[in-house]
């Protein structure tokens, strides 16, 4: 066999082919129906940016969190982080947030529904939580885990931090292990100072966050609030 | 600007030969249809930006669109305890015979191979168009030619049977 008999072969072979006097419309029909794909593709993608877009813009920066009883449904949340339960020690959840980086200052505004009130945060191991209300000032409190995954925590019991009858703004914040205890030890010991005629406790916590780096980190605080029926929690004398 | 009249134009012109080069790609004529079509569809969106000449980029999505299909597809091989049964090159073959064993040995060779044959053989590209259409090299071009030229030459339906010395004698 030769080149010339390959030539011929192919010329041959494909000769023949049947016409199809609809094949400029059957073409203009698949540019249609490809760029409808790639319109209906384009704008599935330029909404799934907004709502990454709206997601980023929204969470986790100053947003406040308004009083209102929130319910799971409400609250997207990953399998590893436990959901606070809808009650604690017999008080009902008044504000809820889910939050994925450490090192930013959430606001939760809350309304007391009764004479005590608690935090319950879920965050996971190796970071701490940092809490700040007018009441109780700054708290510093180690996240728990059970098992490896993130558990709740009640870190501040009841009767400790809510002021009866009117809103409380809560300041909550995690950051890893150990940085906030070096930072306050820095500030307290001179190393750095708060500027002067600044609240000392507010510049702490925001000097923290200042120079720390954002982490993801799935983590969430619920508040409680109402009359406390568990006496492992409730503060005997108030 | 090349605009809807051009490519029109393009494809009622180029079509027909474009369907014969995809028959010779994939061996029938309604996949070749289809392959054509896609292919042309796809040069519609860029054909304000490819050049007077759209032929290349034409061969070049043609090539990569088969490929794909090639690689997606069934392509009909069926398995078989038995080899099919091969011609005894001894035997005094017509040339039909002979052509329809070379076209069934086009059929088996890998898809990149079988490109450049219809490439080079049938569209007579140069094989630096040969290469811009597949997207390779010149020398990636000679060596798969070279290759399936191999192919068809050494398999087992197209060796020609050379007459052992003691036979001459």
């Known amino acids: 066999m030769t080149i010339h008999d390959l030539h011929d072969l192919l010329d041959e072979r494909s000769s023949g082919a049947p016409g199809n006097a609809r094949r400029m419309a059957e073409i203009h029909r698949r540019i249609r129906r490809s760029a409808r794909r790639r319109l209906a593709a384009g704008a599935l ?7 990454v877009a709206g997601g980023l813009l929204q969470w986790p920066g100053d947003g406040v969190t308004r009083t209102t009883p929130l319910t799971s449904a ?49 965050c996971p191991a190796g970071f701490e939580l940092l809490q700040r209300t007018p009441l109780a000032g700054t708290r510093l409190t180690r996240c728990d885990t059970r098992g490896g995954k993130p558990a709740p ?10 002021e009866n009858g009117g809103p409380t703004r809560l300041e909550v914040a995690i950051l890893p292990e150990g940085v906030a205890a070096s930072a306050y030890a820095a500030i307290e010991f001179g190393s750095t100072s708060p500027q002067a005629g600044v ?8 000097a923290l966050l200042a120079g720390q780096p954002r982490k993801p980190a799935d983590w969430s605080v619920a508040v409680y609030s109402g009359t406390c029926t568990d006496r492992r929690w409730c503060v005997p004398v108030r | 600007m090349r605009g809807w009249a051009d490519y029109t134009a393009y494809v009622e ?3 027909p030969r474009l369907l014969r080069t995809a028959y010779l790609f994939c061996g029938d004529w309604a996949q070749a249809e289809d392959l054509v079509q896609t292919a042309l569809a796809k040069v519609w969106r860029v054909w304000r930006r490819i050049s007077d ?3 290349p980029y034409v061969y070049r999505v043609l090539v990569r669109t088969y490929a794909s299909w090639r690689r997606r597809h069934w392509h009909g091989e069926i398995p078989t305890d038995f080899p099919p049964e091969v011609a005894d090159p001894r035997d005094a073959m017509d040339a039909a015979v002979d052509r329809a064993v070379l076209w069934a040995a086009l ?3 890998p898809a990149r191979q079988r490109a450049v044959v219809v490439l080079r053989y049938f569209e007579d590209l140069s094989e630096q168009a040969v290469a811009e259409a597949m997207n390779c090299s010149v020398g990636t071009v000679k060596s798969q030619t070279s290759k399936a030229l191999a192919k068809l030459r050494i398999d087992p339906g197209l060796t020609v049977h050379v007459p052992a010395r003691e036979d001459l004698s």
């Open chain 1, 45 to 51: 993608a330029g909404a799934a940016v907004l709502v």
């Open chain 2, 13 to 15: 012109a180029r079509s």
């Open chain 1, 74 to 122: 409400t609250t997207g949340r990953p399998e590893a982080l436990t959901e606070p339960p809808e009650v604690f020690a017999g008080m009902g959840r008044v504000a809820y947030g889910r939050y994925n980086l450490s090192g930013t200052i959430t606001r939760l505004d809350v309304t007391p529904q009764g004479p005590d009130s608690a935090i319950v945060a879920t």
């Open chain 2, 53 to 55: 000449q759209p032929d």
């Open chain 2, 107 to 109: 059929g088996r060779l």
């Open chain 1, 199 to 206: 609240d000392r406790t507010s510049i702490k916590l925001e």
């Open chain 1, 153 to 162: 925590v009640p870190v501040t019991p009841p009767g400790e931090f809510l």
